[in-house]
Nanobody, 133 residues
Framework: QVRLVESGGGSVQSGGSLRLSCVGS????????MGWFRQVPGKEREGVAS???????QYADSVKGRFTISQGNAKNIVYLQMNNLKPEDTAMYYC???????????????????????????WGKGTPVTVSS
């Protein structure tokens, strides 16, 4: 059974930093997407940062230059370093993983950043981030 557990969320002031972690278990995928998504009440879940099994990384325009996604030595761990946080970054942050039936390099570069492409995948329960001004 696939399980994803996020941690590292919290409350910070504007300009602060947080590092989110996601530890996955119960799967071994040769080709996959992993991503960080966020959601606030009343809005759709949006992609924040993603990586694929070909080590391509993508970021939402709103976080480019501030957030960095990385993978641990164990491929089932993914981090999101968030710097220069802004109040508009306040949200519940989710980690997700989805296996791919093709090599990830054959897909559009933004494929892994779209929440809708994780329908056959798995999601964590989220970790909250609150940024105060």
């Amino acid at each position: 059974q696939v399980r994803l557990v996020e941690s590292g969320g919290g409350s910070v002031q504007s300009g602060g930093s947080l590092r989110l972690s996601c530890v996955g278990s119960g799967y071994t995928y040769g080709s996959y997407c992993m991503g960080w998504f966020r959601q606030v009440p009343g809005k759709e879940r949006e992609g924040v940062a993603s990586l694929d099994s070909d080590n391509r990384m993508q970021y939402a325009d709103s976080v480019k230059g501030r957030f960095t996604i990385s993978q641990g030595n164990a491929k089932n761990i993914v981090y999101l370093q968030m710097n220069n946080l802004k109040p508009e970054d306040t949200a519940m942050y989710y980690c997700a993983v989805v296996p791919l039936g093709v090599a990830s390099a054959t897909l559009n570069a933004n494929y892994c950043l779209r929440a809708g492409n994780y329908g056959e995948g798995d999601w964590g329960k989220g970790t909250p981030v609150t940024v105060s001004s």
